[in-house]
């Protein structure tokens, strides 16, 4: 079954630093998306890409955060000037027609930021 | 979106059917019902959908009321493995990315014992 691939699976980075989490999505899949979860939390969104620009983003996707589709592949999160309540665990997610229904979500990257 | 109530836990016995409540009563009619599962930290998984009739996939099955105000989600032989949160979404069905926004509630906590 086709799986979205996240890497690293663990960052520890220090505050302040730049940060970049990447994923690979299932390869005829249009839409992606990036969610995190605090733990012990809801898991929370923020932001949905298509057709190589955003579509929407949530409050919490400031202008530290940017998405990258670099090449036909891969699809990335940054994050500058990293905080310690960006400590989250991040999901990268797709879908083939972004209509709510089969999202295919990787299992995530645990970020720790000191 | 519309808001939904979900119990916050539930214990079900292995083998057993696992009855999974879920309350929308401002659900729009354009509106679908989503139920996602997150198990322990992983991803959340996409289970099945419906806009107003009964739908059953391989993994359960979805009753929804007449009036739509609530939904069911059935796992009609609970394993260990489902032990998991459940997650009832509601929202429109829109193709593209502009309607990625999946909601995330507390969902319940269901705990499949032997």
Not at chain 1, 17 to 30: A, D, Y
Not at chain 2, 80 to 102: E, F, K, P, W
Request: glycine letters at 8%; aromatic letters at 10%.
């Amino acid at each position: 079954e086709p799986e979205v691939t996240q890497t690293p699976s663990h960052q520890v980075t220090q505050m302040g630093q730049e940060v970049i989490l990447r994923c690979v999505p299932i390869s005829n899949h249009l839409y992606f998306y990036w969610y995190r979860q605090i733990l012990g939390q809801k898991v929370e969104f923020l932001v949905s890409f298509y057709n190589n620009e955003i579509s929407e983003k949530s409050e919490i996707f400031d202008d530290r955060f940017s998405v990258e589709r670099p090449d036909g592949s891969n699809f990335t999160l940054k994050i500058r000037s990293t905080k310690l309540e960006d400590s989250a665990m991040y999901f990268c997610a797709s879908s083939e027609t972004g209509g709510g229904y089969g999202y295919t979500f990787g299992s995530g990257t645990r970020l720790t930021v000191v | 979106d519309a808001k939904t109530t979900q119990p916050p836990s539930m214990d079900c016995a292995e083998g057993r059917a696992a009855n999974l409540p879920c309350n929308h009563s401002t659900i729009s009619g354009n509106e679908y019902v989503y139920w996602y599962r997150q198990i322990h930290s992983q991803g959340p998984q996409y289970i099945i959908h419906g806009l107003k009739n009964n739908e059953t996939n391989e993994m359960a099955s979805l009753i929804i009321t007449e009036d739509r105000k609530s939904s069911t989600l059935i796992l009609p032989h609970a394993t260990l493995r489902d032990t998991a949160v459940y997650y009832c979404i509601v929202r429109v069905a829109g193709v593209g990315g502009s309607q990625g926004n999946l909601i995330f509630g507390k969902g319940t906590k269901l705990s499949v014992k032997p």
